[in-house]
């Protein structure tokens, strides 16, 4: 190995500089390292481990998927207006994808319907499909598992079903899981709060149970300009 040693002034200038080089690439390489995907068999949901920031002015179009109520629709669009930094966009119902049916022909896949929606959605959008159909995701061993509502952390389209809410108060429960899987878009995960919004299903109806975000996770949202 043949090793040209450098002279004074505009060669230390140049050790410099090139030692810089290599910490701005260490650094690079380290925040990507930080920001692996993760998928929690435990919840269906699919998270990214590192900080998200998303415009502020992003754009949340809700999309009705079969014959979800429009009454329902559109109080939904009037209660997120109230919260939500940016536009309240309602889109004309569609049918269900049939791409995004399930092999045993009942229930949709969320994730296919979540891939659908983001294969479609322009950036500064966030797709919020909300249904009255069944849908599933893959918990351990089951790929077929029934769930509430899906969204990627982060992400740019999330789906909520009522199928599976129950009780007098159903469609107050379904706004909960509304909130919860867009917040999940936003970047946040879950939250051990039991009364947080945020909090993990676990395959359960907690929703009773939870009746606001915690101080830590909207302190997140309001950082994002949510008007908590």
Known sequence: MIIIAPT?????NFIRIRF?????????????????????DNN????YNCNYSKNKNNTLVIQPIGNFPSS?????????KEIYPGRIVVSDPINPPKSCLNYNKKRYRADSLIRYFRRRSD???????ITN????????KNSDFGIMGLGFCPGNACVISSFRIKGRNKYEKFYKVVL??????EGLQHCVKKNC???????KDHLNEEIEFCKSCRSMLIKKGWKL
């Open 8 to 12: 004074c002034g505009e060669d230390l």
């Open 20 to 40: 810089m080089s290599k910490i701005k690439v260490i650094v690079v390489i380290l925040f990507l390292l930080s920001c692996g995907f993760n998928e929690n």
């Open 44 to 47: 269906n949901k699919f998270s």
């Open 72 to 80: 329902r629709t559109a109080i939904l669009a009037l209660k997120l």
């Open 123 to 129: 950036p500064g959008f966030t797709t919020v499909g």
């Open 133 to 140: 159909l069944s849908i599933s995701s893959t918990k351990a």
């Open 180 to 185: 919860h899987e867009i917040a999940h878009t």
């Open 197 to 203: 919004f945020m909090r993990d299903a676990n395959g």
